[in-house]
């Protein structure tokens, strides 16, 4: 069998295996096995073929690791309580002095706490400006 055959083989097995598999690795392996295998009509030294399997997986897989961070690090919409910070609501029952009282946001009800430590009215809108666990911490925006 021509050294040219397992090459490509080993290649389009990687190949395969990428397709079950995320990150992109396997991938670098099959281009680098491919690739060698071309090289390997050209030249007949093992020695030299493994470097150039080496040197072509290891910059194939730079290449791919800046693609799959480009593609992974899109922005995306937070959820849950992190989606409340900065957003609006009211308050549906009285937060005390150093207490904890509820506020309505979007159509739901949260466990909220003034930022400062002082009592928010009923009926007052706030904004979130942080949270801790399922609490959020609010700021007054308009008094009653």
Not at 43 to 56: E, K, T
Request: with cysteine; glycine share 12%; net charge neutral.
């Amino acid at each position: 069998m021509h050294p040219w055959m397992i090459w490509v083989g080993i290649g389009i097995i990687c190949m395969i295996i990428e397709i079950f598999t995320p990150g992109f690795l396997f991938m670098s392996f099959g281009i680098g096995a491919i690739l060698t295998g071309l090289a390997s009509l050209l030249i007949n030294g093992i020695g030299f073929q493994i470097l150039i399997f080496a040197v072509i997986t290891f910059i194939v897989f730079l290449n791919l690791r800046k693609f799959s961070k480009k593609l992974i690090s899109q922005t995306t919409e937070e959820t849950n309580i992190f989606a409340l910070k900065d957003k609006e609501g009211l308050v549906i029952k009285e937060i005390p002095d150093d207490g904890r009282g509820y506020v309505k946001i979007g159509g739901e009800e949260w466990s909220a706490v003034s930022k400062d430590g002082k009592r928010i009215t009923e009926g007052t809108k706030i904004r979130v400006s942080s949270f801790e666990g399922n609490k959020l911490i609010v700021n007054v925006i308009e008094e009653v």
